[in-house]
DNA sequence: TTTTAAATGATAGTAATACTATTATTTTTT
DNA sequence: AAAAAATAATAGTATTACTATCATTTAAAA
């Protein structure tokens, strides 16, 4: 049995909610395909209305502009990334075995549960690393922090910060270390690919020296 | 006395060399200037010779366009960083020592004593926390990297992974705890100003937390 | 089942961006 | 003083990033 899973945007981060049309969905599905295939950069809403087969002004009524659809599917990555976390660090007891399963999740190495048929999760992964940063990296970051754009982002990174204390209550950079973890595992994961003298991974796919290096950082860190 | 400071950038970064004229000395500092003020995404070529009094031709005679140009100043900084680097170590015996002017320098906190009249290196800084990650991650990443684009960038990181090394010899991830570091102090930074939530620091001026933080974390990761 | 409303498609249009090209003028070097 | 290099002035193009209008299709409510 597949668990259904549909999450609730903040309704700040579109003008018609992608979720409850076709056109919307696949605005969803096809824009995350095109902006891993050709980056953020040269993505447009006009190339995408044509790779749907509508038009430029049909996806502007879902949504104000590109960076609006990025900051939306990284929401939307972040938000499934509490969820998995929560179902996989369930009835676990020890607080290493759960930070264990968060840098698992961090690293691809987690089997998903959870299905959302238009949403290829390996792919909008892959773009969280490339192009997530440039969410928040704007001048308008106050402003989209002030409608709460990016609280998915940080109840996640809450939600480690307590796991971090369970281990050590009293640790006192448990935010700092948590969006240093997420941040750290993805840049790592991009450098490894694409700059590799800048990690001790070589180009290799395996990520277990990645895990093994993360593991090392965090528990250091936390040991008293 | 002042010492004077020259730095000769990859040729493959400009189309006619900033340094050797009038016009290119003022691209580069009211480049600066105007993406800090602006960011990255809202600053054109047009706008900053309006800003210099020049034409917007002008200005692709020196850069392809203005990735381009931010590649060569956030390059800047990162040969700049090393001279100061190499300058503020010298004569250090002990790598503990080294390693706190390393996370000095990349908080704002190492006294500035080499100059270049026409590059203002605090703005520098803040767009270098804000916008250099925007150099690299792009579609064109392997292309600039091939180009040695961003050779300043690892020559700092294989410098800092070394003196990790003098601390620890058989610490098996050098490399990307130098790179984790870098990446860590300036997002931290960033963090602090515009997402506080996501860090432990509150919203001062004071970077003292975020320098035990970090010292916290590269020693604790190095110590055997 | 009609009617009404909502969503989409088709088309057009605008200001700004990201360039390239040409020629005249000024500045620098030889 | 002549030659070369750099800059200014101007123009032009394709693409981007939108907004607006109206007709048509689809879905929801009466």
């Known amino acids: 049995m597949e668990l259904q899973l549909q999450i609730k945007m903040n309704p700040k981060l579109y003008l018609r909610d992608p979720d409850g ?19 953020f950069e ?82 909008l992964h892959a773009i969280v690393i490339c192009e997530g940063d440039k969410s928040y990296l704007t001048k308008q970051v106050t402003a989209d922090n002030k409608s709460m754009l990016f609280k998915p982002y940080k109840d996640l990174c809450h939600r480690i910060a307590e796991i971090f204390l369970e281990l050590n209550p009293d640790f006192p950079f448990s935010h700092s270390l948590a969006s240093t973890l997420i941040e750290t595992a993805h840049r790592q994961l991009y450098f490894k690919e694409h700059l590799p003298s800048l990690t001790d991974f070589g180009k290799s796919k395996e990520v277990k020296p990645l895990f093994s290096f993360l593991q090392h950082l965090i528990f250091t860190a936390l040991n008293k």
């Not at 049309?21 to 980056?39: E, M, P, S, Y």
Request: net charge positive; no cysteine; glycine share 4%.
């Open 42 to 123: 040269d993505f447009t809403f006009k190339k995408l209305a044509i790779e749907i087969g509508t038009t430029e002004a049909s996806i502007y009524r879902y949504f104000e502009n590109k960076h609006r659809l990025l900051t939306y599917i990284t929401t939307w990555f972040w938000t499934w990334l509490e969820y998995q976390l929560i179902f996989h660090t369930n009835n676990l007891k020890h607080p290493k075995e759960k930070i264990d399963i968060i840098i698992r999740l961090l690293t691809f190495q987690v089997q998903d549960k959870f299905i959302v048929e238009y949403i290829n999760k390996s792919t």
């Open 21 to 39: 049309t076709d056109l919307g969905r696949n605005i969803i599905k096809h824009g995350i395909q095109l902006i891993h295939d050709i980056g």
